[in-house]
């Protein structure tokens, strides 16, 4: 079914004028960049002997974005083929051998496939599929050394909750299938309300974001109970089905890494209309792997309130899951502050373990000084534990001996997990004797794999970690400095092998073995190809400057196709960034940017109008920073203008710009940033905001990096408002929302409505509402349409 949009353009609900307009494509220069074909992505298996080429759309269709939809308790549900309504799907598979260079297509796949939900086997023999077809969603497996791929079960799967499909064991899939004699769907345009909507508050505090797609009333809990309703059953591999669990909300499967139990998580009654499915109440039951009940392990309340603050949780049993390196134990976390930020205590949570078939008590493991972070598990004696703290962005990492809980933890590391200059890197893992990630653990050693950002710029790295001394030992590091190297796994330590990935500005992102212990051997894996060649010479480089008070900053500068650099012709200049907050200035002037990252543009960046004549600064840093018991959003409006000072001053200061001419732009919190740089600065031209919020007060408890709600800051939400200083704003803007955003914070309503404060105060404005995108925009005539848009109003304005 064909569909045919009409874009609305200058439209409010009050009658404001409108534009009919049909979709449009941009200037041949960016269409040739923005219509390409995308590469495959690439998985490999932990041995590195097969490699998986997944092959996807470049953009979905609106026929995609115009399926039957139902927006219930945080979920996008097609109702007909019981899967997200927001899935981007595979289209195509092959397979190839990590050692050879041949392709091969996968035989046996259905006519134009709609592949999701890739799953492995433990052995990696095999990977489970999910095909949506126009009635559901199929069960396939795809025998990977033969390229075979084979339908188990009819459209009969639910994954309306998410992936449907959990390895038992190498054999056997446990799968979410449809109850059989589903009840009807009930359709709330004929079925008359048996009364009114009610909710009520207990007098208990809480701190709620505006969360979007939520139940709305009884009707809504009917349905969402009927769609996220399963039968549970074992697929085997010659397609024959056996009812494991009668119907039930199931919510999540997870199989202990001996395969002799199952922890089956279902969602419970009440609903809630103020939260999403997450924090309905649930409960966790694990049984044997012949379905018999062991032991109820975890009751989860509704939570509805929850204390202030980014480190505060809800109380009792938290991230519960199997122990990665034993056969059935499970961990899980619990508050010792009652999961608030605000009481003061000596430890914040405390890991528990637990073994099957839980007839002993749990056994503390760890105190943490700090809120949880996580946990790595590597054998009997090896852990890695991390907690940290938001308010003062600290992270500590421990060396613990799992057999010996009162072996106090050993501080690995402890530093700002903003500043990245510091960071020791994350340590590796590699599958054990259950198929299960475990720490690198070798002869007392352990390795790290970091990104290697530094003031000189990025040099990736290996470091061998000794648990005995907690000193580290450098094995590898990148010294490229036209390239960009990224370490993606350590293959081989005695033989020094690692898997990484090599690009430049212009040469596409390709996997190759990289020996560490040969001279730095490179072997190719892949070679994509450049889809954007007529960029690939365009300059590029990091530029850095510094802010009034100091503060450094960089962003990547762009120059336009054939730029003389000697004739120095100043063009205008088209900024790209996104706030982010820090609580120190020293990390927030550390530079996370490398200019021999492959040059990708894409709608979400300027990057496209190089071809157009413009100067480009893309990624700006727009550091927002409140040290000590100062918060950023206190003088967020003075430092946003000092940054985007400082970006034009120094771009300036090169001799490329105009800077009469100069255009900002931004998506979500770039878009607010974009409003508020207008209305509080004469530095710009014109202004591009997608998909923002402009009125903190509909977001009142708290948006992006905001803890403390309206009531406590008034001044601080209504000044940082661009909503509620309309009046000021005079400089031309470009908004563009998609109809449908499922972002909390950033409904549609808010471009609605300032676009309305804008046109009615007398400023240069137009809107674009984007049938039925969300957040992020994916059809391919939508995003053309968008860049034809912002063409034709930067010409407009700039040039």
């Not at 690009?503 to 994509?528: A, H, I, M, V």
Request: aromatic residues 12%; contains cysteine; proline residues 5%.
């Amino acid at each position: 079914m064909k569909f045919k949009f009409l874009l609305l353009l200058l439209v409010g609900f009050f009658g404001f004028s409108q534009e009919n307009l049909s979709y449009q494509k941009p200037p041949k220069e960016i269409l040739e960049l923005a219509d390409y074909e995308r590469a495959p992505s690439v998985n490999m298996d932990s041995k590195k002997e097969y490699m998986l080429l997944s092959y996807r759309s470049t953009y979905k269709t609106l026929d995609d974005l115009s399926q039957e939809e139902m927006r219930l308790g945080g979920l996008r549900i097609n109702p007909i083929t019981n899967i997200s309504s927001t899935v981007t799907y595979i289209t195509n598979l092959k397979v190839r051998k990590v050692a050879e260079k041949n392709e091969v297509q996968v035989k046996g796949l259905p006519e134009n496939p709609r592949i999701s939900n890739l799953g492995m086997s433990p052995n990696e023999k095999k990977l489970s599929f999910s095909n949506t077809t126009n009635t559901g969603v199929e069960l396939w497996v795809l025998d990977i050394a033969t390229a075979q791929a084979t339908k188990l079960t009819d459209a009969t799967v639910n994954a309306n909750m998410g992936n449907p499909f959990s390895w038992f064991d190498d054999q056997t899939i446990l799968v979410k299938m449809l109850v059989k004699n589903r009840p009807a769907l009930i359709d709330q345009k004929k079925d008359l309300p048996t009364g009114p909507i009610v909710s009520s508050g207990d007098g208990s505090v809480s701190q709620n974001r505006t969360y979007q797609d939520l139940l709305k009333n009884p009707l809504d809990e009917q349905n969402f109970e009927t769609l996220v309703t399963s039968e549970l059953y074992k697929v085997t591999l010659d397609g024959k089905a056996e009812l494991f669990k009668k119907a039930d909300m199931y919510a999540g499967e997870s199989i202990s890494p001996d395969g002799n139990f199952v922890m089956i998580t279902t969602l419970q009654k009440p609903f809630s209309y103020i939260v999403p499915l997450s924090r309905f109440p649930q409960k966790s039951v694990v049984y044997d792997k012949s379905g018999k009940e062991v032991k109820v392990v975890n009751e989860v309340p509704l939570t509805e309130v929850m204390p202030k603050g980014f480190s505060s949780v809800r109380k009792g049993k938290r991230s519960m899951g199997w122990r990665a390196d034993k056969a059935a134990t499970l961990s899980y976390v619990e508050a010792l502050d009652e999961g608030d930020q605000a009481n003061k205590v000596d430890f914040r949570d405390e890991v528990f373990l637990w073994d099957a078939p839980f007839n002993n008590n749990p056994t503390s493991l760890v105190k943490t000084q700090q809120r949880f972070a996580g946990i790595t598990w590597g054998d009997d004696k090896t852990a890695i534990v991390m907690d940290q703290w938001y308010d003062t962005r600290n992270m500590k990492t421990y060396l613990i001996n799992p057999s010996n809980p009162a072996q106090a933890p050993k501080v690995i590391s402890d530093r700002n997990y903003q500043d990245i200059y510091s960071d020791p890197g994350n340590f590796e893992t590699k599958k054990n004797q259950y198929g299960k990630f475990v720490l690198t653990l070798d002869n007392d050693k352990a390795y790290l794999v970091g990104d290697g950002f530094t003031k000189e710029g990025q040099f990736p790295f290996i470091d061998e970690f000794n648990l005995s001394t907690l000193k580290t030992k450098r094995l590898y590091q990148s010294t490229y400095k036209d390239k960009k190297e990224d370490i993606m796994s350590l293959e081989d330590v005695k033989k020094g092998e690692a898997l990484v990935m090599i690009q430049s500005k212009n040469e596409y992102p390709n996997y190759y073995y990289r020996n560490f212990k040969s001279k730095g051997k490179l072997t190719q894996l892949t070679d994509f190809k450049n889809p954007f060649e007529s960029i690939k010479n365009v300059h590029k480089e990091v530029i850095k400057y510094k802010r009034k008070d100091g503060v450094e900053l960089s962003g990547t500068l762009y120059l336009p196709v054939g730029y003389d650099k000697s004739k120095k012709e100043k063009k205008p200049l088209l900024i790209w960034a996104y706030p982010a907050e820090y609580k120190d200035k020293n990390s927030a002037g550390q530079s996370d940017k490398n200019p021999n990252e492959f040059t990708f543009p894409y709608y979400g960046s300027f990057v496209y109008w190089v071809t157009r004549g413009y100067v480009v600064l893309d990624d700006a840093s727009f550091p927002i920073i409140g040290e000590g018991s100062t918060e950023p959003n206190d003088t967020f409006i003075e430092q946003l203008v000092a940054n985007a000072e400082a970006a034009i001053d120094a771009v300036d200061q090169l001799g490329y710009i105009d800077r009469k001419k100069v255009a900002v732009g931004g998506h979500s919190y770039g878009a607010f940033m974009t409003a508020n740089l207008l209305t509080h600065s004469n530095l710009f031209a014109c202004g591009i905001a997608r998909s923002g919020a402009y009125n903190r007060t509909l977001t009142p408890f708290g948006f992006q990096s905001e803890q403390r709600n309206y009531w406590d800051i008034p001044e601080v939400y209504n000044t940082m408002s661009p909503f509620m200083n309309a009046h000021k704003m005079k400089t031309p803007l470009l908004l563009t929302h998609g109809e449908a955003d499922n972002n909390p914070g950033t409904f549609t309503l808010q471009t609605e409505r300032y676009f309305q404060a804008l046109k009615n105060l007398g400023a240069p404005v137009r809107m674009v509402i984007l049938p039925k995108e969300s957040h992020s925009y994916v059809a391919k005539d939508n995003i053309l349409h968008l860049l034809w848009e912002q063409d034709q109003f930067l010409e407009k304005y700039l040039k």
